[in-house]
Nanobody, 114 residues
């Protein structure tokens, strides 16, 4: 069983930056595909960024060039660096891990507002 715990959300002004982190329990992190999803009020959950076990990354078009996903297998951690934040980035952000089955974190709120 894998548990995912996110941290780093908060309130930031437009144009600001935040860094989200997700720590995974267990010993299969290095073979998991890790990702960040988000869900805004009244909208479906959507993929933000994903990083494969080998390090390949993929991003939603809406965040390309502004967000960077990375992983540290030694620390069982996946991070999301978010720059040039916009009000439309406001959402609950969820950490996701996949290896045969999916795992989800509890979510962390990101609010972009002046």
């Amino acid at each position: 069983q894998v548990q995912l715990v996110e941290s780093g959300g908060g309130l930031v002004q437009p144009g600001g930056s935040l860094r989200l982190s997700c720590v995974a329990s267990g010993d299969i992190f290095r073979v998991m595909t890790m990702g960040w999803y988000r869900q805004a009020p009244g909208k479906e959950r959507e993929l933000v960024a994903v990083i494969a076990s080998g390090g390949n990354t993929n991003y939603a078009d809406s965040v390309k060039g502004r967000f960077t996903i990375s992983r540290d297998n030694a620390k069982n951690t996946v991070s999301l660096e978010m720059n040039s934040l916009k009000p439309e980035d406001t959402a609950v952000y969820y950490c996701n891990g996949k290896h045969q089955i999916q795992y989800w974190g509890q979510g962390t709120q990101v609010t972009v507002s002046s």
